[in-house]
C-alpha cells in the first residue's frame, strides 16, 4: 500500500487491488545511499558520481505518490557521472505511461537542452522516450524526443524550483518505426486521459518492449529532484487510479456485510459484487448478486456497501469486486473470505509473505469481540506503526501493514485483546 492500510475482515487472499502499477519508486530508502544500493543498476560509469537519494520528498496536490518516501537528486555535469535505471515486468504492445514529480533547481541553456530520463528495453541501454529540459532566462521548456538528437519542445512557461507533473507516454502501432511518444505537463486529475501536451513520431527504430526506466546525468548542466515515479500501462494506473483503499466483510444477523472504500477514481462505472461459496467440494464457480453504481471522476475517498441477504449459516463464502470502467474495461479486487462460526481461539500467524518489501499481510483469529490492539515494533522496543486500535468482532482478520517508510530489519509486530497478548518477528528488505 502508499498512504492507506489496506484493512480487512476476515481472511484475505494475494489477489491484486485493483489496478496494478509495473513499478512505483518513493525512493523511500536513507538518504545519501547510491541508487544502485537500492534496487537501481547502473548502466554507464558506474560509482562514478552516482545519484544519490535526497532527505525530503515532492508534493502534488491530488498524485497518488505524492509527498511520501525521499526522493533522488540528478545532477548533469560529465560524461564520468553514472546512470542508473529500474526495470519492471517489459510491455510489447499498448501503451506504457511513467508519471513522476519533478523539480529543477538549475537547467541547461545548451542548444536543444538535454535529457535526463527516458524508456528502455527490459535489456541493453537503447534510449526511447527521452524527457528534456532547456533554460531561455528564468524560465524552462520540457520537450521529448522518441529517439533522435532534436527534440519538440514545449513554451518556456515553466519555472525553476516549481514541482511539475510529467507523465511520459509510449505507445506501440504495428508497423516498423511507427511507435508515438507524448509528454504531459501537470495534466488535469479529475477526469479521464488529457490530450497531451508534446507529441513526437520521429522515424527512430522501435524499441521491441519497454521493460525499464532510466535517470541519465548528462554532460550538460542541470541539477533536479526526482520523486514519485509510477509506470503502468493506463492512464488510470499511473497518475490516477481508481484506488481501493478498504473492502471488508462482516456478518450481522445471518447476513453478510460488505464495505469498501476508494480513495480516487477515474471513469468509475461502479462495482459487480460476485460470490463464490465452498461446502464439501471446491467450487470454482463465481456468480454476481449485485451491483453497486460508482462515481465516475474523484479526487476524494467515497464509501460503499452491500449486503448479501441470501448467504446460509454454514461454510465458507468468497467475495470479490469487479470494478467495471464506463469503457467495459474491468479489473477484479482481492478475494475475502467469510466463516460462518466463530474461530476456537485467539491466536497471531506469522506474517506473509516473509520477509517483505515493502507490504505484507498480518492475520489473526478473535473468539471473541473486544478491543484489539495490533502494533508493529523495532528492536529497541520503539513503537513504528500502529495498525489497530479499536473494537473487532470476532472471527478472522488480515491487516496489510506497509513499511515503505521503514529502513530494512527485524521488526516485532504485538497483538493483544483482554487479557491474550501473541508476538511475531518479521523481516523487511529492501
Not at 74 to 86: A, C, L, P, Q, T
Not at 194 to 199: A, C, D, F, Q, V
Amino acid at each position: 500500500m502508499r498512504k492507506l492500510i489496506l484493512f480487512i475482515l476476515f481472511i484475505f487472499s494475494t489477489s491484486t487491488i485493483f489496478p496494478q502499477l509495473l513499478l512505483e519508486e518513493n525512493f523511500s530508502y536513507t538518504a545519501g545511499s547510491p541508487l544502485t544500493s537500492n534496487g537501481w543498476t547502473a548502466y554507464n560509469t558506474q560509482g562514478t558520481n552516482p545519484i544519490l537519494v535526497s532527505s525530503g520528498s515532492l508534493s502534488y496536490t491530488n498524485y497518488s505518490s505524492s509527498n511520501i518516501g525521499n526522493s533522488a537528486n540528478v545532477i548533469g555535469k560529465s560524461s564520468s557521472s553514472e546512470d542508473d535505471k529500474r526495470t519492471f515486468t517489459a510491455q510489447s504492445s499498448g501503451s506504457v505511461y511513467a508519471s513522476f514529480l519533478i523539480n529543477f533547481s538549475s537547467a541547461t541553456t545548451a542548444a536543444d537542452g538535454d535529457y535526463f530520463l527516458g524508456f528502455f528495453t527490459s535489456s541493453g541501454k537503447t534510449a526511447k522516450g527521452k524527457v528534456y529540459v532547456k533554460r531561455s532566462g528564468s524560465n524552462i521548456a520540457f520537450g521529448i524526443s522518441k529517439g533522435g538528437t532534436i527534440p519538440e519542445l514545449s513554451a518556456f512557461n515553466y519555472s525553476l524550483n516549481v514541482t511539475y507533473l510529467l507523465v511520459l507516454k509510449y505507445t506501440f502501432n504495428a508497423s516498423s518505426s511507427d511507435d508515438i511518444i507524448n509528454l504531459f505537463i501537470n495534466p488535469d486529475l479529475s477526469g479521464p486521459e488529457p490530450s497531451p501536451n508534446l507529441t513526437n513520431t520521429d522515424s527512430s527504430a522501435d524499441l521491441n518492449n519497454v521493460g525499464a526506466i532510466f535517470l541519465r546525468q548528462g554532460s550538460k548542466s542541470y541539477n533536479l529532484v526526482i520523486d514519485g515515479i509510477r509506470v503502468a500501462t493506463s492512464w488510470s494506473q499511473a497518475p490516477l487510479p481508481v484506488e481501493l483503499t478498504t473492502f471488508s466483510a462482516s456478518v450481522v444477523n445471518s447476513n453478510v456485510e460488505l464495505k469498501w472504500q476508494t480513495a480516487t477514481e477515474v471513469n468509475n462505472y461502479g462495482f459487480e459484487v460476485e460470490r463464490k461459496i465452498l461446502k464439501q467440494v471446491q467450487n470454482d464457480n463465481w456468480e454476481r448478486i449485485g451491483f453497486v453504481n460508482g462515481h465516475g471522476n474523484s479526487n476524494s475517498p467515497k464509501e460503499y456497501s452491500f449486503t448479501d441477504k441470501t448467504a446460509e449459516n454454514s461454510g465458507k463464502y468468497f467475495y470479490r469486486l469487479k470494478q467495471v470502467d464506463v469503457d467495459g474495461q474491468f479489473e477484479y479486487s482481492p478475494e475475502i473470505e467469510v466463516t460462518f462460526g466463530a474461530p476456537a481461539k485467539f491466536e497471531l500467524f506469522q506474517n506473509y509473505p516473509n520477509p517483505f518489501n515493502p507490504t505484507t499481510n498480518i492475520r489473526f483469529t478473535l473468539p471473541e469481540a473486544g478491543n484489539v490492539k495490533l502494533a508493529v515494533y523495532n528492536l529497541l522496543g520503539q513503537k513504528v506503526a500502529d495498525l489497530v486500535n479499536q473494537n473487532m468482532e470476532a472471527g478472522f482478520h488480515n491487516i496489510t501493514f506497509d513499511g515503505s517508510k521503514l529502513t530494512s530489519g527485524i521488526y516485532i509486530y504485538r497483538l493483544e485483546s483482554g487479557n491474550n497478548i501473541m508476538i511475531r518477528k518479521m523481516q523487511l528488505v529492501k
